[in-house]
């Protein structure tokens, strides 16, 4: 089974979008995978999933300009610093997997970075991007759980694995 997670946009707030709104969108998709696996495991087993990260995981911050969270804050469209965007994401999804993982076998993570993870200062390396700190950060979090694994690519925007 393949789950495809991408443009998460934690950070982001619209008028249908916030980090409440992440968090209860993040559980329904655990929630609908879970239930997903129940009704294709009834005529063959599925013992992997295989996540695969498309980036955007964060909304990022303005670049190239100094600001404060007031400002952030009044633009009504960031609604957290950086920090606390990268955070939030990690954390739920450690929580994800885990609880993906109590049913299947085996779940491996295979991740690149998206454009807004990406850091736009010209004199950060091309390899600086939000998006693959968060993955390894899961990853961290996840290193005790035998069950889970990681492919994370950090040069690349596009990764091709095999699903058996």
Do not use: W
């Amino acid at each position: 089974m393949v789950l495809l997670l991408s443009d998460l946009q934690v950070g982001l707030r619209t008028r249908t979008f916030n980090t409440d709104e992440f968090r209860n969108r993040m559980d329904r998709l655990t929630d609908a995978v879970m239930r997903l696996h129940e009704i294709h495991s009834s005529d063959r087993k599925i013992n992997t999933l295989y996540i695969a990260a498309g980036g955007d995981f964060v909304e990022g911050e303005p670049c190239n300009r100094r600001v404060n969270l007031a400002e952030m804050d009044a633009d009504n469209r960031i609604v957290v610093d950086l920090l606390a965007q990268k955070r939030l994401t990690a954390d739920e999804c450690v929580k994800m997997i885990k609880r993906l993982s109590e049913k299947f076998s085996r779940v491996h993570f295979v991740g690149v970075g998206g454009n807004h993870g990406l850091n736009r200062d010209k004199t950060a390396s091309k390899r600086s991007n939000d998006d693959i700190e968060v993955y390894y950060t899961i990853s961290d979090r996840l290193s005790g759980n035998y069950k889970v694994t990681f492919e994370i690519d950090p040069n690349s925007f596009y990764r091709v694995f095999d699903v058996c």
